[in-house]
């Protein structure tokens, strides 16, 4: 399975930096600016505990056409990540514990997801909310100001409704910077760490979350 591959680094600014920043992002960059809700719910094992990779369940922008299961993990400072695109009927599916479609599926990160679900007892955990503007620097190359981040309290079985409770997660005043920069490996070493075939392609989707 072939992932997208990049390193990231990420820092609290203030509110003031946050609007200088996307005005000089803007002047240099052709106004090449997109703002999107990002919703994101986590797969908790049994006891809380995660597996060796983080998985989610995406939707972005409230829409019912862009929803992703997501995997990601991070090894000697690389992140790993790989998307795949579920419709509503297949995620509401997972949601509610229906995994059996999954097995063997063509889509190799849900016959992974498959695999993880049941070994380690995946189960829907809480549901996080967060605001967006990413910004596209140089190819390969991503700033993206995180302005609101919303957690809700305790576990959600459904991507269309809002939890009734949420707790910000970012300080007053504050912006989270993220810059994320691809890595692209030798194929060699590509093959090795992510065990892919040399038919597969690049994911499209992981990197610009």
Known sequence: MI??????????????????????????????????????LEFQGAGQRKAVASYYLCMKNRDESQIFLEKKYMQNGLYFKKCAKLSREESEKLLNGDLEWMKNHRKELLADFYR??????????????????????????????????????????????????????????????????????????????QGQSMEEKQDEYGFIF
């Open 116 to 193: 993880q679900a049941t070994l380690n007892s995946l189960y829907p955990g809480r549901i996080t909310d967060y605001r967006r503007e990413m910004c596209r620097v140089k190819k390969g190359e991503y700033v993206t100001f995180t302005t609101a981040i919303g957690r809700g309290i305790g576990p959600c079985r459904s991507l269309f409704e809002e939890p009734e409770m949420k707790l910000p997660c970012l300080d007053k005043g504050k912006v989270l910077l993220t810059y994320k920069k691809s890595a692209s490996l030798p194929q060699m070493v590509s093959s090795m760490l």
């Open 3 to 40: 992932y997208t591959t990049y390193y990231a680094q990420t820092n609290s600014i203030t509110e003031e930096r946050y609007k200088e920043l996307k005005e000089a992002y803007l002047s240099t960059n052709t106004g090449n600016l997109e703002s999107f809700h990002l919703r994101k």
